[in-house]
């Protein structure tokens, strides 16, 4: 136990000390913060062994109440809308005025694209807001101002990032997040060493996923999931990743721009409040609600706001905010959306995917229409890319991304400042990146991509993938801002409904919040970043060695390799995989001499995933692969072997055991595992043996001192 | 030297002659190599060509063998000059060297077990001790194992000394308590094999694993280990027949000291089978790594598992590597007697004899003793490099000598076809005549004289004529296509199982022995000139033939005049004068120096 832990132990064991005298004194105190604890740490510990939450902690973390006090909207016990949420972003602009500036919508102006833009047009189509959003960075009334954005504090040499929430207006959880990021970064910027959990310590279980203090463990096995989710101590569960650095907030503002905007689709959001699902649209709306921003489809040209009782128009009014990027707009490749880009059908199945109407606009003015389709590529060879697009970015909550992206331009370069963003969605614990517009195709950027997806992975124990690979889908924001804007971007699924529970907001944020802060850090170099993080997961993975590795009484020999949860392999066995040799001495040798081994070739075994988990050389938690050589039971000898272990894109070839484990290969050695034989044929083959020579021998001797007997097979006429 | 049969040593008995031989068929060889050629073979595929060699091979070279020593009365070399002719000679060199090779490296084995006899009785093999340490230790210091290679050799100078009647009293003894002891060790060994209530050992050693037959290794190991237990071809059978009796049997006496050897072996393969399946963990890679140590590390466990407590260990123990160094002592004895022997036909005297041959065996053995003493990575346990590789090389050696044998038989069977042409003036070569008066003609004259319990049929003539050719042919051709095959740089002459090293071996000795046949075996030089040192390099020698002493016994009627070899005026009987004079390649009639001298024999 290391001096650490031991600390730990005392102060846990004499805060369970002196939780009984607390409650003697302050009983009533107590039960009116939560009537079970006058008696549950005595009865807790007399029926399972562990701790309960109040015992190791303050009663403000074991209650789940943030520090930054409020009503329950602030304290994440229920949702904000619209008007509050804007009201608490003003707020802490107000009181953080030094890193904290609150926006609506853009001011305006001419944009990137030559077009002359006013601030209302980036305002909701029928509610008329701005989405309304903060940004964040040190001295954010310093730097530069941007008058077409309308922000200061920009600097050329700080990246600058993009949270967006609320594409979709019945998704809740996906602008809760970001409050929830706003609020943990006002409240402990600039601050110094505080001890979130009140164990004692200090900053000693950052954003990772992993109960890195293993004062979760601690607790009594009831308390362990808190989430309820089935996993204990797991992401989300009180004591993980419960005591951040607060210098490592600091400084992240200090070095980043983070623009955030928490509810992009405010239009579509006050509809699914007020009209579609109500303001308690859990009870009625967990898993359905409003999706889509308020664009009038109708033909008719006028219907004041789509509602329930709209026949015609019900459907098909509202844009999917999240199909009507630019990038591969539309294109019809089997992607949620319809048949014909442009068209929605009302009653139809993509209604609810509608990407928004085509661009009848000769853009670039060359007489031609959607000639030069938003792709990266120069689809007409006139040296423009990408200037005459056949639709998206129709939207005023779109164009407002498209150009807060674009005319943010802090260092001049003409390219995108944003090198990581994020687009929160609900609901089905995912972590996505591009592509998301074809299937079976890769980005360039691949197994970076994989590597920050399987970091996030693992913070919040979500299932990474790449978005096609969900369901493919045109015009979404990720495929937008990593094709056309060159910016690592996820889409993080939130949660298990559109509507959450109350009780469950704050659990489920929690869970959520050190995505932002890992993106955040990121921003500077996210392709070198990942670089460098895939390179040190490959220190602490391992092939099993031949002490591990456990021969079976028959069938194939399984070896395991636990991988970094980050790592971004792939099972392809042309990339990964088991290298064998079976070895066996050779019988011109095994009779005098040592074992030699001649020269064999290596062969190959796949890697399969597992469902099982495995220890990381410096103790995490890994993804375990297996694989399996193929060894008939009567095979003795010595099997050599070593992994050979390849990325999405097959750039790094890594192989175990690594050098420094000594040797290129392991050997493990085969013991016979076969039956030696069968009892009653050996008996048969001891009897045939036997009697030729022991009853020869028999024989003879018989024959040696028989006098009267003649010579044995004298023939008749004398030999 | 006192004589109680002045004109030839002969053996008391028939049990005398067939504890002789079987001691020396039967020694390390059924106890220390045959238990790990099953383990290396694949168990009970091994005993297929095992069983099959021993009545196509080793039963009928033994025949032969008798046969031939029996009529010519002189050791290998002689009887080679006789039977095969004078420029044939340096084949008995061959197959004398063959067994004095392996009696380079017998010694020290030997040796190992007179070690292991005086560790057991000073209670260093009790229960608890680490055998493989024990071993290891040994083996690993050089100065232990040559003093214990010397014992070894002493002892069989002493034994050897006074000739076959003590040869045959030693024997005698040795050999009923190997039996005792052997059959108390499988005992013990099949209690422990069934502790586990299954048979492992037993089942392995007698199931047919298929895949090994079809490996030409495990049938020429199989040809091999046959001839080896039971020295065909070695020339022991040649050596010892020379002291049988007149009217000695030869066939059932063959085939009894075979079987009887085989039994051993089978009773020895068993107690060590079982006793590794029952103390190994991992007993196939125990076994079949093939460990020259294995007897020495496996026995002593087995017996430190006897019922009765540490003194009924410790004397089990002592007792059995007691036994074991007997067993291969007589075996020694043969070996040296063997080569002894050839000394003695050829007027040298026994003692100076003995110690000459003892002295090399002893020189000659010291690699093996001392040289390439490695450790098996895999198992830990320290085995002699040298000495094995000096097994495999002699071992296969062994096959020459079997066809050398084989040649010799022919050689008379055409001879005797000529002269029956010519007394019946056929001029055509004919097949059916050459069956029936040339390829039968060693059988009869020899072979089935009437003093034989076993009258020998056709079929042994089958096996020399067709057999023997057939069998060396297919064996060797499929030994060195393996080797080439499998073998790692074959080629390189440091490889201890390459090809080049036993090839090299085998030619530079045939080489030697082929050259030597004139000069040294059939003829003698004697120097022309006061040039004591260099006479023959300078050529400054004639030759003058050898004169070869046979050892008959009184009464016996051994002619030798319709052989190749026998008119030669200078083979004669021991007690016989030499002519004083002989002819020249040149046509001229010289004086021969030892004319005058007589011959001292035996």
Redesign the interface.
Known sequence: MSPIDATRVEQAEARSRRVPMTAMLLPLLLSLIAPASLVSPVEAQDAEPGYAPEDIWSDEYAFQIFPWGGNERVQFKTYHDYFTMKDRMQFLSDRNPEFISYHEGLIGGINARGNEMGSDDYEGWYYNHASPWVKITGDVAGGDCNDFVGDCGNYADRPDVMFVGNHHAREWMSYTVPMLFIETVAYYYGQAGVDNDGDGLIDEDPWDGIDNDGDCAMLNASNQDYNGDGVACGPGDLGVDEDFSEQFITDLVNTREIYVIPMLNVDGNRYDREEYCGETAWENCRTSGWRKNLRDNTVTGFTPLPDVDEEVDEGCDGVDLNRNYQFEWGAPLGATGPLFPGMCYAGGPNNDVYNGPVDTVDNDEDGKVNEDHVDGKDDDADGLVDEDWMGGNSEPETKFIQDLTEMNDDDGDGSSEFKSTITWHSFSELVLWPWGHCTECVSPDDEYLIYHGNVMAQMTDYAPMQSSDLYPTTGDFCDWHYGVHDSYCYTIEIGNAFHELPEDIAHIAVRNLGISFYMSEIADDPRYRAIVGIENTTTRQWLADPANVTVPENGDIPVELCLDTSFPYTTQIERTHLMWRFVE???????????????VPWMMSAFADTEDSCVLLDGANGTMLMSHIPMPD?S?G?IQYKAMLGTTNGAFPFTYPTVDEGGNYYEL?I??RA?????V???L??LV??S???G??GY??R??FDDERG?????EDG? | MSQQEPSSDQFSGRMGLIFATIGAAIGTGNIWRFPRMVGANGGGSFLVPWLIFLFLWSIPLIIAEFALGKRSRTGTVGTFRIFAGPKFAWMGLWTAWISTAIGFYYAVVTGWCLNYFQTAIRGGLSQGVDTTEVWNNFLQAPGQVIIYQMIAILITMAAIWRGAKAIEKANVMLMVSLFVLLFTALFLAFVMDFEDGTLDGFVYMFSIQPEYLMEPETWINGLSQSAWSCSAGMGMAITYSVYMRKDEDTTLNAATMCLANNSISIIAGLTVMMAVFAVSDDPLSAVGGGSSAITFLVLPEVFAKAPGGPAIQLLMVAVFFLALSFAALTSMISTVELCVRNFVDHGVDRSQAVGFTSVAIFLFGLPSAALWILVDESTGVAFPQFLEVQDHIWGYGLMFSGLFIAYSIWKYGWSRYKSWQEENEVEDFDMGDYVDNGVSAFRDDFINTGDNDWWIGRWWDAIMYIGFPAMFAVLMLSYFSDLLLNVHDPWNPTNPHGISIILLFWGVTAFIFISLNKYVLVNRMVPTKDSPWFWPLSRDFELEPRPLFRNVPEGADAPIDMLPGGSDPFVVQAGETLPDSFVDEYGETRSHSTATVEAELV
């Open positions: 001495p050779t019988r011109q040798q095994n009779d005098f001499g040592p074992t030699e081994w001649v020269d009567t003795v010595k050695a013991p016979y039956s030696f034989g069968s009892a044929l050996a008996v083959m001891f043996i036997a030729f020579v022991w020869g021998l003879t001797l024959a040696m010579v044995i097979g004298l023939p030999g």
